[in-house]
């Protein structure tokens, strides 16, 4: 049986990585994920780990739905990344009143993470809102939040 190739038109490529708002926002988080990795590196805490923590402690321990929602992830996803957190001790995972909830906490062993990950965040941070100056930064997390509000109601 003979495999019919598929030609694929290139100059649509082209549009696709020129134009698409998914492609251009997972690249640019993408570069923005690996820099803010490499300087949490020192904390031990991955940048997806840094700010799945910074949420948990924010809603000062609630279910892993309110933890979803806040976050703008999938379920599946926050729960596939919430087990290397729980393995190394720094959240607990526990039903909640209704056996159906899990409620998620930081543990002693997170506050201390987050406590030594925060400064090196404030680093990086700073050093990506001096390289972008502060009205385009202050422009982009505008556009970013009206983006995530706007999309989401989809």
């Known amino acids: 049986m003979e495999k ?4 694929v038109n290139l100059a649509q490529l082209n549009q696709v990585s020129v134009l698409c708002t998914c ?11 690996q820099f803010f990795d490499q300087e949490l590196k ?12 910074v949420a948990i402690s ?3 321990s609630g279910s892993i739905n309110g933890l979803a929602q ?5 379920r599946t996803t926050l729960t596939r990344n919430l087990k290397p957190l729980e393995r190394e001790g720094l959240i607990q995972i526990e039903p909640g009143q209704d056996q159906r909830t899990r409620v998620v906490s930081l543990t002693d062993a997170g506050q201390a993470s987050l406590a030594k ?12 809102v001096e390289k972008l100056g502060q009205e385009r930064w202050s422009t982009l997390l505008s556009h970013l939040n009206v983006t995530t509000t706007l999309v989401s109601q989809f």
């Open 23 to 33: 492609f251009n926002l997972r690249k640019a988080s993408r570069v923005v994920t």
């Open 4 to 7: 019919k190739i598929v030609q």
């Open 58 to 60: 924010l809603l000062n």
């Open 117 to 128: 990950a925060l400064p090196l965040w404030e680093q990086a941070q700073a050093c990506v």
């Open 42 to 53: 020192p904390s031990g805490l991955l940048a997806t780990q840094f700010t799945i923590l």
């Open 70 to 74: 806040s976050l703008a992830m999938d």
